[in-house]
Nanobody, 122 residues
Framework: QVQLEESGGGLVQPGGSLRLSCAAS????????VGWFRQAPGKERELVAG????????YYAHFVKGRFTISRDNAKNTVYLQMNSLLPEDTSVYYC???????????????WGQGTQVTVSS
């Protein structure tokens, strides 16, 4: 069993930065791939970035590539999403999720956090 809790969301101006954290409980968290998803009102949930169990492989959606960086610290049971050069269209609720295998499909993730709101506005 893995429980996830996101933090670090908030209000930021366009061009600004935020770092989201996904803290996990459970001794086996280091064995899970982790993804950051986002969902805006009226839109489908979409994968933003993913990282495999040991951090040596990352995936980025085209709309965040070059601006966001995903990383993990298994000693701290935490995965991070550094978000730079934020745009108004990045406004969304951001969720982290854990999967037993590396996947880009939301249906493949076994555990989800409650989400954290990110609002990019001047």
């Amino acid at each position: 069993q893995v429980q996830l809790e996101e933090s670090g969301g908030g209000l930021v101006q366009p061009g600004g930065s935020l770092r989201l954290s996904c803290a996990a409980s459970g001794r086996t968290f280091s064995m899970y791939a982790v993804g950051w998803f986002r969902q805006a009102p009226g839109k489908e949930r979409e994968l933003v970035a993913g990282i495999n169990w040991n951090g040596d492989s990352q995936y980025y959606a085209h709309f965040v590539k070059g601006r966001f960086t995903i990383s993990r610290d298994n000693a701290k049971n935490t995965v991070y999403l550094q978000m730079n050069s934020l745009l108004p269209e990045d406004t969304s609720v951001y969720y982290c999720a854990a999967a037993r295998i590396t996947t880009n499909q939301a249906s493949g993730y076994n555990y989800w956090g409650q989400g954290t709101q990110v609002t990019v506005s001047s």
